[in-house]
């Protein structure tokens, strides 16, 4: 509890001189409440019951005491370590008080007084004194405050990373919900998509070392990059059937329509954008990589046209990743083809089709690639040769219209 220092403040007087003791009583009584001890025990208990004390006064010349033994021994009271202790002696040479002030008493006033002095310096002792606790009790009491504080908002924080751990679980089973449902519609997809999101990644890590593209390709992008191609063919859950499914090359009209699925792609994922009410960084990356992954470097893709880098990045990437995949892979139109003829076609689209960067980077990388692909090689070839059908229908990566003589590679 704090005293208020209008109280009158509780002084300790040991002095085993009856006569000195009775005294210093008289002088104090009116200003201090004036505990005095003849008996040097009888003060030791006072003490050990953890009485109130605001001041304690020594004579320094009790017999068979040391003065600076007592006063170490009062320090180790944790009630006391802010109770001023005032040693009393016969009046000495500076250098003496001096020696007795320094060896840990707050003061040394020497006898016989004059109250108008006295009483005054001890007035200012017992202020002191009380003011230290004071700060101390209010510390501790910020202490434990913020301890407390400390330990809630560390509460909250694991409840927040409990949270935002069940949001990332969620927002990757949805990315699974979705890349799931596009793969019941297109038997292309399937491990395309885990594929694709793994050269996307790789290539993203190359490219971070590149001076353009170092200050777009940190962790977390790459860390988005990765988790949001799987978003990339998306739309195609809205083309029809007998299009998405044909195993004969593509009509002018039917290309048109395929070509829609970015579109389609865009449009569900911007729905999803609305409703969220903020923008939101996974999002906005899959939208541009669906909108976007048909564009070419030249501006001859669809659907905007977009030149260079107009194109998002992580499109320009997705680009390179998904055509390399496609070349590879058997689909229900075409047989697949082996990586190096796949490489030379990349590498032939370099500055017309693809970033030249990004493209150049691919060149550096293609044998960690082609590991990739025979990790997540899904079915064989030779299990989905027989429903690839004749040559011509390896018209092209995108499924154009096929052209007698056309090739792509």
């Known amino acids: ?47 050990e019951m953890g009485k109130p004390a605001d001041l304690i006064l020594l004579d320094v010349n009790m017999p068979g005491r040391n003065p600076h033994a007592v006063c170490a021994w009062l320090r180790c009271k944790r009630a006391l370590v802010h109770v001023p202790i005032i040693f009393l002696g016969s009046r000495g040479s500076p250098q003496d008080e001096g020696r007795e002030f320094v060896t840990g008493a707050d003061d040394y006033i020497s006898t016989p007084f004059l109250p108008s002095i006295a009483i ?43 949270k935002s751990d069940e949001v990332e679980r969620v ?26 999101q793994n050269y996307v990644q790789q290539l993203a890590l190359s490219l971070r070392h590149h001076p353009r593209f170092a200050g777009e390709l940190d962790e977390l992008a790459i860390q988005l990059l990765f988790k949001s191609a799987p978003m990339h063919d998306i739309g195609k859950v809205a083309i029809p059937d007998h299009i998405l499914d044909k195993p004969g090359e593509l009509t002018a009209e039917e290309f048109e329509i395929m070509k829609t699925h970015t579109t389609h792609g865009r449009d569900a994922i911007f729905a999803v954008e609305r409703s969220l009410g903020d923008e939101n960084d996974f999002l906005v990356a899959a939208r541009e990589i669906a909108y976007c992954h048909h564009e070419k470097w030249d501006g ?13 990045l992580f499109a320009r990437i997705m680009a390179v990743a998904d055509v390399y995949d496609a070349l590879i892979s058997v689909r229900v139109y075409k047989t697949g083809m082996p990586h190096a003829k796949a490489v030379n076609i990349i590498r032939a689209g370099r500055g017309s089709h693809f970033d ?30 027989a429903a690839a059908g004749p040559p011509e229908r390896a018209c092209a990566v995108a499924r154009e219209p096929y052209k007698p003589g056309a090739s792509i590679g």
């Not at 009583?25 to 030791?44: G, I, K, S, T, Y």
């Not at 301890?147 to 909250?156: C, F, H, I």
């Not at 019941?184 to 399937?190: A, I, L, W």
């Not at 990739?372 to 030779?382: H, K, L, T, W």
């Open 356 to 385: 030249p960067d990004v493209c150049d980077y691919f060149l550096r990388i293609e044998e960690q690639l082609a590991v990739i692909a025979e990790r997540f090689g899904g079915e064989s070839d030779m299990q989905r040769v």
């Open 171 to 196: 927002h990757d089973a949805t990315i699974i919900a979705f890349t799931m449902l596009a793969e019941t519609r297109d038997n292309e997809t399937g491990m395309h998509l885990r594929r694709t």
């Open 1 to 47: 509890m704090i005293v208020r220092v209008a109280d009158k403040a509780d002084v300790l007087i040991v002095d085993e001189e009856p006569e000195n003791l009775h005294l210093l009583a008289q002088m104090l009584r009116d200003d201090f409440l004036v505990h005095a001890f003849a008996e040097f025990a009888r003060f030791v208990a006072h003490i």
């Open 300 to 312: 001859s893709g669809y659907p905007q046209g977009l030149a260079g880098e107009d194109i998002p």
């Open 120 to 162: 005054p310096r001890l007035r200012h002792h017992v202020h002191l004194g009380r003011s230290l606790r004071i700060i101390e009790e209010k510390s501790g009491n910020l202490e434990k405050e913020m301890r407390e504080r400390t330990e809630e908002l560390e509460k909250a924080n694991k409840a927040l990373r409990r």
